[in-house]
């Protein structure tokens, strides 16, 4: 199996020979890239304009991006320079930018149906999830 992952509009590539490490492969060049601090523009509180109760907080845990809403917690990796995925489930951010290029909001899908689209409202730099996601 060969995986072609973006990050920061470089492709690069891995041949693997089995889906386990395909995820250890994966993480570690998150890590790195995590580490570098290309997905510190995501994190920030973010809410559905249809649904204002339902918070999402994206985060950094570590060498970890973690998001907090719906009482689950997931662990996030990119696959291109503006999508997030879930890594325990199927659901995707794909992320919208302003005229500066600073992230204002994300469309959210899951199993490629559009859920709706929430607006970032701060730039929560904490590493503390909130108590009522934990």
């Known amino acids: 199996m060969i995986v072609i992952v973006m990050l920061g509009g470089m492709a690069t590539h891995r041949q693997l020979r089995a889906p386990a490490a395909l995820g250890a492969w994966l993480k570690r060049l998150i890590a790195s890239k995590l580490r570098e601090g290309m997905f510190d523009e995501y994190v920030g509180e973010y809410r559905f304009a249809a649904r204002p109760d339902l918070v999402v907080r ?77």
């Open 58 to 134: 994206i985060l950094r845990e570590g060498s970890a991006l973690v998001s907090y809403g719906g009482g689950q917690r997931a662990v996030l990796a990119s696959l291109d320079d503006d999508t997030l995925v879930a890594t325990e489930f199927d659901g995707e951010g794909r992320f919208q930018r302003d005229r500066s290029g600073h992230v204002v909001r994300f469309v959210y899908y899951e199993f490629g149906a559009r859920l709706g689209i929430a607006t970032k409202t701060t730039a929560n730099r904490g590493a503390s999830p909130p108590s009522n996601q934990a």
